[in-house]
């Protein structure tokens, strides 16, 4: 059993950054592929990043050149920093360790709200 917990979600106004983290309760090298992922009322979660042991990352084409993810293995934490937010990306941000983000597979965190004003 791994437990995941997202930190580093709050308000903040349109243009500016946030770095989300998630720990893990044990180690996290295990898991070849670790995401975000992200959702809003009424629709479904959708994939923001995801970042491989090997470093290989892909990202949703709505956030590409402005989120960068990365994961320190040593540390069990995956990390998401998020620059130029917009209000669309406002929503509860989760992480994962199932690569293709199904939520009745794998461990998942609480969620951390983020919330961008325009």
């Known amino acids: 059993q791994v437990r995941l917990v997202e930190s580093g979600g709050g308000l903040v106004q349109a243009g500016g950054s946030l770095r989300l983290s998630c720990t893990a309760s044990g180690s996290i090298f295990r898991f070849n592929v670790m995401g975000w992922y992200r959702q809003v009322p009424g629709k479904q979660r959708e994939l923001v990043a995801r970042?491989?042991?090997?470093?290989?990352?892909n990202y949703a084409d709505s956030v590409k050149g402005r989120f960068t993810i990365s994961r320190d293995n040593a540390k069990n934490t995956v990390y998401l920093q998020m620059d130029s937010l917009k209000p669309e990306d406002t929503a509860v941000y989760y992480c994962s360790t199932d690569p293709l983000g199904r939520t009745a597979y794998g461990y998942w965190g609480q969620g951390t709200q983020v919330t961008v004003s325009s």
């Open positions: 970042i491989a042991n090997s470093g290989g990352t």
